[in-house]
């Protein structure tokens, strides 16, 4: 039956009416987003548990799937669905950095960082660094030196180890190499190498030079070729990071 005209018309029953649609609205909207998230943390798992396979490459589709993923991440709050897109763009954003699509690297990498801080959320060290030193390099390629430096200035903030360090210091090296600043690449690489507890001349002598070429040439001589090749490999943590150091001086970015 009908309503008599004179209730349906009245303030009360309107804004009773207009709280009863806004409840059933937002119950259906609930309900909707709670099976969306669920929908969007099985599409998400399932993708990562395919990248993860031992010796699998990324998938040819990945950034068409990152992409749809990033989308649908605006609709959803459960911070282990946001991890694992975060985890996602950085696949991605690797995967084009090796197929020199700098931009696009750019844009996972920064979404990435994103999702990972969205609602007060925080990621896991691990990939908010990796994110973070992406990003960076994304930059450095782009000639985005001001952005670069904002990135590293983020990651030495967080970092609490010279050697966890050590991947922002290299690209700090390689941009100034790459914008033909050899003297500061020099002097910072000097700073970090005596951090690092090795300490080197800021202006060697010849006979110094001379001398170690020498020392290095006698000792070579004591072992076979063959020997040579059979010698362990480098594993002392300071030691390979002076390597990368020394290489990261003479490679730009």
């Known amino acids: 039956?009908?309503?008599?005209?004179?209730?349906?018309?009245?303030r009360?029953?309107?804004?009773?009416?207009a709280l009863w649609k806004q409840q059933t609205q937002n119950l259906l909207k609930t309900q909707l987003s709670t099976e969306y998230q669920a929908l969007f943390r099985t599409i998400s798992k399932a993708s990562i548990e395919t990248l993860s396979w031992p010796d699998r490459a990324p998938l040819d589709n990945l950034f068409e799937m990152v992409n749809h993923l990033n989308l649908g991440s605006a609709w959803v709050t459960a911070e282990p669905c946001l991890l694992q897109v975060g985890?996602?763009?950085?696949?991605a954003g690797q995967k084009a950095l090796d197929e020199n699509a700098y931009e696009a690297a750019q844009r996972y990498f920064e979404q990435g960082i994103k999702l990972g801080a969205r609602d007060g959320s925080l990621a896991p060290s691990s990939l908010t660094q990796a994110l973070s030193l992406g990003a960076a390099k994304s930059a450095c390629l782009l000639g985005q030196w001001p952005r670069m430096t904002e990135w590293i200035?983020?990651?030495?903030?967080?970092?609490?180890?010279?050697?966890?360090?050590?991947?922002?210091?290299?690209?700090?090296?390689?941009?100034?190499?790459a914008e033909n600043q050899l003297l500061k690449a020099i002097e910072l690489t000097l700073s970090i190498l005596t951090q690092l507890g090795f300490s080197f001349p800021i202006q060697p002598e010849f006979e110094l030079i001379?001398?170690?070429l020498g020392t290095t040439a006698a000792e070579v001589s004591k072992y076979s070729v063959e020997e040579i090749v059979a010698f362990s490999e480098m594993r002392s943590p300071e030691s390979l990071a002076?390597?990368?150091?020394i290489a990261a001086i003479i490679t730009p970015c």
Do not use: T
Request: hydrophobic content about 50%; aromatic content about 6%; proline content about 4%.
């Open 12 to 17: 009360h029953f309107q804004i009773g009416q």
């Open 1 to 10: 039956p009908s309503l008599p005209l004179h209730v349906a018309k009245s």
């Open 153 to 177: 200035e983020q990651i030495l903030r967080r970092e609490h180890s010279i050697l966890d360090a050590i991947a922002a210091y290299e690209l700090q090296i390689e941009a100034a190499h």
């Open 210 to 212: 001379g001398e170690a």
């Open 242 to 245: 002076v390597m990368r150091l």
């Open 87 to 91: 985890w996602l763009n950085l696949v």
